[in-house]
Structures are given as structure tokens and as C-alpha cells.
């Protein structure tokens, strides 16, 4: 299983960046995929997470109508348009897949890939 995070960079703040999670190696539509972030010294987040059918979308309280996440089923991608960036979201990305059920879904993750650096200078 692979999972490559992809579309870090360095933005101000107010701008907007697109994160995209290619996977391989599993069957896609039997996953949730979900966006974490870290920063040195403090826990992983739970960003967003979309569910298998694409109807169900979890966003953490401090992304909720700055982020959308999507997924392209036939490309085996997932993606994170991130608006009105701010310093506090400063991170390294990851995507990872979950096949979890229940309260779960969005809480516990099975494959992670490597993580993409965002920063946004004030």
C-alpha cells in the first residue's frame, strides 16, 4: 500500500493551497482517507476525513469552511483545497486510509504515506 501526499509549499496568509493523496496498492472504495497534520512537540490532528461513498466528510472545528475534501474514486486520489490559509495551520500533511467502521471511522488509520511541509508565513 502506498499512500503520496503531494502540493505542500510555502504560502501567505489568506492564500490557499491544494494537497492531493495518491494511492496504490489497495482497494480504494473499501477506505476512508483521511488528512492529519503535525507540528514538532504536539499530537497528530485529525484534519479531514472522507468517508468510502464520499457522503460523509469529517472536518476538525479549526478547518471547518476553510477546507474541502474530495476524492477522484477512478484515480485513485484524494484531495485538500485549504483557503484563507493561517500561520496555525503550519504543518507537515499526511493522508492515510482507514477501513474502520462506527464512531471510528475518522479516529483510527491503517496506512499512512509520507507527509508534504506547509507553511504559511504571517
Known amino acids: 500500500v502506498q499512500l503520496q501526499a503531494s502540493g505542500g509549499g510555502l504560502v501567505q496568509t489568506g492564500g490557499s493551497l491544494r494537497l492531493s493523496c495518491a494511492a496504490s496498492?489497495?482497494?480504494?472504495?473499501?477506505?476512508?482517507i483521511g488528512w492529519l497534520r503535525q507540528v514538532p512537540g504536539k499530537e497528530r490532528e485529525v484534519v479531514s476525513c472522507i468517508s468510502r461513498s464520499d457522503n460523509t466528510k469529517y472536518y476538525a472545528d479549526s478547518v471547518k469552511v476553510r477546507f474541502i475534501t474530495s476524492r477522484d474514486t477512478p484515480k485513485n486520489m484524494v484531495y485538500l483545497q485549504m483557503n484563507s490559509l493561517k500561520p496555525e495551520d503550519t504543518a507537515v500533511y499526511f493522508c492515510a486510509a482507514s477501513f474502520s467502521a462506527g464512531h471510528l471511522w475518522y479516529k483510527q488509520f491503517h496506512y499512512w504515506g509520507q507527509g508534504t511541509q506547509v507553511t504559511v508565513s504571517s
Open positions: 496498492g489497495l482497494t480504494f472504495d473499501d477506505y476512508a
